[in-house]
């Protein structure tokens, strides 16, 4: 069977309540006779009269009393649904978000971002989630409201956007013998050094950068957070290699420095699915995100 056209909806709602093919044509803005057609219409989609006369007037059948109160919800969701989506109650928000993200941009950004949406939204609660893999399944079926970091392969199910770009830093205890006349690539080769890595890798872009220059370094440790390449450094004569903007507060006391060779700089972004665009929490979310990114540039 056709599918019914769900436009008739409307008419039946203004028809009904008017009782009136006049006054039914006259809301719609149609002509009478474009009106009659329609309860023509109506009647065969609904095997029902509908109205019928009753001395100069039109009453309705028992089926047309029972429609009234159902067709008036229907359009009514109808038009809810169509309209734009109301502005967002902070106040009135209860709601838990999860971001997954790893360890240094929660330590350095995530009490600010709490602060933040604690200040708006009192009831609101972020769940950081641990990098464990970026499946966009996650994003699919809402585990996870946004994800945030170096984005890889992303495909067009995703939505991304740029929050800043970050470049590698090295990092050594406060006193450490390099703290002492320039940093040259070839004493920062000589150093024993820690290498960040979750797959457990011990050389990448530093290590070919110092291989362009004839040089290769020591790593004598490999660890799979900056929080802990950092934590070890402060403790030895390690020299860890972060994040800049990542790990600023982490890095507090430590004596820092540029690295001695180039290398690119990594973004930083935070990623979503495209069914959340439109979402007012979600876009109050996003909005959270990227005011604290900026305000700590």
């Known amino acids: 069977m056709p599918s019914p056209d769900l436009n008739l909806l409307a008419a039946l709602d203004v028809l009904l309540n008017e009782g009136s093919v006049a006054r039914a044509a006259q809301r719609l803005g149609l002509s009478p006779s474009a009106m009659s057609r329609t309860l023509a219409r109506l009647r065969e989609a609904t095997g029902d009269p509908l109205l019928v006369r009753a001395g100069r007037g039109l009453v309705p059948t028992p089926r047309a009393q029972e429609l009234r109160l159902q067709v008036g919800r229907v359009v009514e969701d109808g038009e809810a649904l169509l309209r734009p989506a109301r502005l967002l109650d902070l106040q009135g928000l209860d709601r838990t978000f999860t971001l997954r993200t790893n360890e240094s941009f929660v330590e350095e950004f995530g009490p600010r971002?709490?602060?933040?949406?604690?200040?708006?939204?009192a009831n609101v609660r972020l769940r950081f989630a641990p990098k464990s893999d970026k499946d966009v399944a996650s994003l699919r079926d809402a585990t996870i409201d946004l994800e945030i970091g170096v984005a890889g392969e992303t495909g067009p199910e995703v939505r991304i956007q740029t929050l800043f770009r970050d470049r590698f830093v090295s990092a050594a205890r406060s006193g450490h013998p390099l703290s002492q006349g320039p940093v040259t690539?070839?004493?920062?080769?000589?150093?024993?050094?820690?290498?960040?890595?979750?797959?457990?890798r011990e050389r990448g872009p530093i290590d070919e950068a110092l291989e362009q220059l004839g040089l290769r370094r020591t790593v004598v440790c490999m660890v799979s957070s900056f929080s802990a390449t950092l934590a070890m450094a402060r403790a030895s004569d390690l020299i860890a290699s972060v994040p800049e903007r990542h790990t600023e507060g982490a890095r507090a006391g430590?004596?820092?420095?540029?690295?001695?060779?180039?290398?690119?700089?990594?973004?930083?972004?935070?990623?979503?699915?495209?069914?959340?665009?439109?979402d007012p929490a979600q876009r109050w979310l996003?909005?959270?995100?990227?005011?604290?990114?900026?305000?700590?540039?």
């Open 185 to 200: 690539p070839a004493r920062f080769a000589a150093g024993r050094h820690i290498s960040v890595s979750r797959r457990g």
């Open 254 to 278: 430590m004596f820092s420095f540029p690295l001695p060779v180039a290398t690119a700089e990594v973004t930083i972004s935070m990623l979503w699915h495209p069914r959340l665009d439109a």
């Open 286 to 297: 996003r909005d959270c995100v990227r005011a604290v990114c900026a305000a700590s540039g």
């Open 113 to 121: 971002l709490v602060a933040r949406a604690g200040a708006e939204a």
